[in-house]
Structures are given as structure tokens and as C-alpha cells.
């Protein structure tokens, strides 16, 4: 599939939304998979179809440092503590879709940091929620996706995007180790525990 038969799918499925709720759509992959660069384009797409969209990144709900690594079985920690998801959906994605409008004061985690900062969402009359991030296709969160797509990426192909952009502010060598031994084994446990890619509704390759 090509970026514009997964962007004309997306506008397709939503010509005939409910008029009551918004529509949406689930973007997850593995750390790496390039999950918001392609919400970005298919964001700009959906707006020039004439939508009203509301575009929101799952890391913004990350957890402190200090509670979403741990050096004691840091993967499964990981994949346990990395984001606040519950509270993500209960108090942003679900009141959203519900009322299509929203206007919410949260706790804004970066990555590097070390405490939180206040963010306000702001969204009004909304037709479409793309939400993007990683485990969004956990078995508690899954069921509330009326869309789900899942961006395939090889692990190492994943890898090298990520030494690229440099995440984290991680050399090389540290941004391997993370990925080997916290983000990877966390995405295996992801696979395990609730098959994301089998909830898919498209898998979009991304090599």
C-alpha cells in the first residue's frame, strides 16, 4: 500500500462517520516505526479533504523517568509504566469522541524531563481524533478505535531512525542499549501479550 491509497482509505472510511461523535483512529507501531511522521502528512491530507481533525501524540502522556525505567526486568517495566494510557483515554481521547470538543488541562511530560509542565488541549467541533503512539493496541485500549492502523517497521530499520533523530538526546551507542534492552523486549512483550497487529485494521509497511 502507498501513502496515498492509506490516506484516501482513511477520508473514505470517514465520509460516514456518525454526526454525533467524532471518529478514531488508532496509529501505533514499534519505537521507530514512524508513526508521527506519517500522522503529520495524513493529518495534512485530511484537512485539505475538509475535515476538522485533532491530531495527539499518546508521548505527551509519557510517565517520569523514574517511573517508566527501571533496571529490574527494565522491558516488561517498560511496556507496564511507559504512559499514563488510562488516564489519556479516560480524561482526553473518549471525552473527545463522545462531545467532539474538549478542553482539557493535563500534566505534559518531554522525554528528558524530569518533572511535568502544564499543557492545555484545546479542541472544538471535531470530525476525526488521530491518536499515535506506541501500545495504543493494548487489549484494554484497542476496543475504543474505530479505525486502527498499525505501521510496520523492522526492528532494524526502526533502530537506525532512531540513531538518526537522535532520541532522547542519546549517542549512538546509549540510544542502541536503550533499544535493545528497554523499547525492543518491551515490543515483544507488546506482540505476546496482545497481538497489535492482528487488531489492525490496515498494516501500512514503512521500510
Known amino acids: 500500500m502507498k501513502f496515498s491509497e492509506l490516506s484516501d482509505s482513511i477520508v473514505s472510511q470517514t465520509k460516514e462517520k456518525p454526526a454525533w461523535n467524532a471518529f478514531l483512529v488508532g ?6 516505526a514512524g508513526k508521527g511522521f506519517l500522522a503529520s ?17 499518546a508521548d505527551a502522556w509519557l510517565n517520569l523517568p523514574r517511573v517508566r525505567f527501571s533496571a529490574d526486568d527494565p522491558g516488561r517495566h517498560f511496556y507496564r509504566n511507559a504512559l499514563r494510557l488510562d488516564e489519556m483515554f479516560e ?5 473527545l469522541k463522545r462531545n467532539r470538543s474538549i478542553h482539557l488541562k493535563m500534566d505534559f511530560a518531554n522525554e528528558t524531563a524530569n518533572k511535568f509542565r502544564p499543557y492545555t ?17 493494548k487489549r484494554a485500549f484497542v476496543q475504543h478505535l474505530d479505525l486502527k492502523i498499525w505501521i510496520e517497521s523492522s526492528f532494524e530499520k526502526a533502530l ?15 540510544t542502541v542499549e536503550a533499544y535493545e534492552n528497554i523499547y525492543f523486549p518491551a515490543q515483544r512483550i507488546h506482540f505476546e501479550t496482545d497481538d497489535p497487529k492482528r487488531s489492525a485494521d490496515i498494516i501500512f509497511k514503512n521500510e
Open 160 to 174: 537506525l531512525r532512531a540513531i538518526d533523530r537522535g532520541q532522547e538526546d542519546l549517542s549512538k551507542e546509549e
Open 27 to 32: 496509529i501505533s507501531g514499534i519505537d521507530g
Open 41 to 57: 502528512r495524513i493529518v495534512k491530507r485530511l484537512v485539505d479533504a475538509g475535515r476538522r481533525v485533532a491530531l495527539i501524540n
Open 91 to 95: 480524561n482526553l481521547v473518549l471525552p
Open 121 to 137: 488541549y484545546n479542541f472544538t467541533d471535531i470530525d476525526i481524533i488521530l491518536l499515535e503512539g506506541i501500545f495504543l493496541f
